[in-house]
């Protein structure tokens, strides 16, 4: 929080201070610091997270200097530091202190900031600021971006965090806060010209280059992300994040001998990791060649063997080849290492319905349904557990459990209409079907498929989508 140019000349002069203190810890000697020097060595301990050498700091300067007002500061920045910002607060206001100093502003800030009252965080960083003459201010303008985002006021927040690029301790994570503002303010082609002009400014920055990307694939437009991903690899071709990028949008788009290129690439220039042997070992996978796929997830396990992508890989191989006890192991072993992945538990949930273990398949529905109650699927996969258990009567429960909370939900409709039909409660299914054509005419094509040849020899279901099908075609 406290600006040390304010004191000392520059960042080796601080280290100077810095080493000076630590020698004096390490040998016990007994070394002066006046306030202020102590100040900024507390500062510098802050910024770097050692709360252990910050409180050691912040001891001395009150050993020795505990009549200076400026230990009032000192003080609350300690007990900040240790997560008693309620406490912080009050020495700061209780203190006679100059109000208008920066540094107590500052303070003052942050012990806002952590209580979440970010409107007076943001007003008390705005003072300081002001007291700097709104000069070299970079760093204080993201602490308020970061507020306007806890208040939920994307365009500011924006506003602030380009204000204070120049400034970014993380230039990666400066761009990711920028391109989310914009992503969440449905201004992404504005983003796509914003980081267009950061390229212009340095042609050179891989930050910048891989930002742009992440902006189409937040477009869905993954070719010409691969195109600006291909760009900061070649500007630094020992940039891991780069080639899982290209890798990640190579699988998606079906490109799969691509992946394996690019991984080689990045295999020449050391530049692999255990993350992106999973993607290569998912391209070998989906070329048919399981037993190259399984070595290489035994090799990034290997490399890490708390990345839940390995095992999940080992695991979606052993499903493809029908060995659903083996597959169902490493897929819980992927589960417990990333406990909120749904994309692992559905796959567990598939596989325990292959063995028939369908009160183990509905446990994982559950905690499926407990991480997020909006997925259609969850209520899709319950349904299915269900009717594979032969319990008609808890299978069309899912579905009226779902649309509770999905009201006119096309897949859930549909569903509950086969359901009615399968049941010969024909009269209720045609009423269900008909909420399922309006919320979604194209849909039908799925329900057909269910069991296309009961439901397509039934001329009131047929008579029915044909009403809707010329309805549709006259909108």
């Not at 306030?35 to 301990?45: G, R, S």
């Not at 290569?280 to 070329?287: C, D, M, N, S, T």
């Not at 459990?401 to 009615?420: M, Q, S």
Request: glycine letters at 4%; charged letters at 30%; one cysteine or more.
């Amino acid at each position: 929080m406290f600006d040390d140019d304010n004191f000392l000349d520059d960042d080796m002069d601080v280290r100077d201070l810095v080493d000076r203190f630590e020698k004096m810890v390490k040998l016990h000697q007994s070394c002066y610091f006046d306030v202020d020097e102590l100040n900024v060595i507390l500062e510098h301990y802050l910024q770097q997270n050692n709360i252990k050498k910050a409180n050691l700091a912040a001891d001395i300067a009150v050993k020795y200097h505990p009549n200076n007002p400026i230990i009032n500061i000192i003080k609350a920045k300690q007990l900040l530091a240790n997560s008693h910002a309620k406490e912080a607060l009050s020495t700061l206001k209780n203190a006679d202190l100059d109000r208008n100093d920066a540094d107590y502003l500052l303070t003052l800030a942050a012990c806002y900031s952590d209580l979440g009252e970010h409107q007076k965080a943001i007003n008390a960083y705005m003072k300081a600021a002001k007291e700097f003459e709104f000069k070299d201010c970079e760093d204080i303008y993201n602490f308020i971006a970061v507020e306007y985002e806890g208040l939920g006021d994307l365009e500011n927040a924006l506003k602030f965090f380009v204000l204070g690029i120049d400034k970014a301790e993380d230039i990666d994570n400066q761009y990711f806060e920028i391109r989310n503002c914009y992503s969440l303010l449905h201004r992404i082609e504005d983003a796509l010209v914003f980081f267009r002009k950061e390229i212009d400014k340095n042609p050179y920055s891989v930050p910048a280059w891989m930002a742009l990307g992440n902006c189409y694939v937040r477009m869905g437009n993954l070719k010409d992300a691969v195109e600006q991903f291909e760009y900061a690899i070649s500007i630094d071709p020992h940039y891991k994040k780069g080639y899982i990028d290209i890798a990640t949008a190579y699988n998606e788009l079906n490109r799969f001998k691509e992946t394996i290129d690019i991984v080689d690439e990045a295999m020449r220039y050391n530049a692999d990791s255990a993350l992106l042997l999973c993607l290569y070992g998912e391209a070998h996978a989906k070329l048919g060649d399981n037993a190259k796929a399984l070595k290489i997830y035994q090799e990034a396990m290997k490399m890490d063997d708390k990345l839940p992508e390995a095992y999940a890989g080992i695991g979606f191989v052993l499903s493809d080849e029908g060995n659903a006890e083996s597959a169902i192991k490493f897929l819980r072993h992927a589960h417990i290492l990333s406990p909120y992945n749904t994309d692992y538990m559905y796959v567990i949930v598939e596989e325990y319905n292959k063995l028939e273990q369908y009160d183990n398949a509905l446990k994982f529905v559950n905690e499926i349904l407990d991480l997020n109650p909006y997925d259609e699927n969850v209520y899709i996969s319950m349904m299915e557990c269900y009717v594979m258990k032969d319990d008609a009567e808890r299978a069309m429960e899912s579905l009226e459990r779902g649309l509770l909370i999905l009201p006119n939900n096309a897949a859930l409709l549909y569903r509950k209409a086969f359901l009615y039909f399968a049941q010969e409660k024909e009269e209720s299914g045609l009423l269900t079907l008909e909420m399922a054509l309006n919320a979604d005419y194209d849909g039908h094509m799925e329900f057909l498929n269910f069991d296309a040849e009961n439901l397509t020899s039934n001329p009131n279901i047929m008579d029915l989508i044909e009403e809707y099908r010329q309805k549709h075609n006259k909108e």
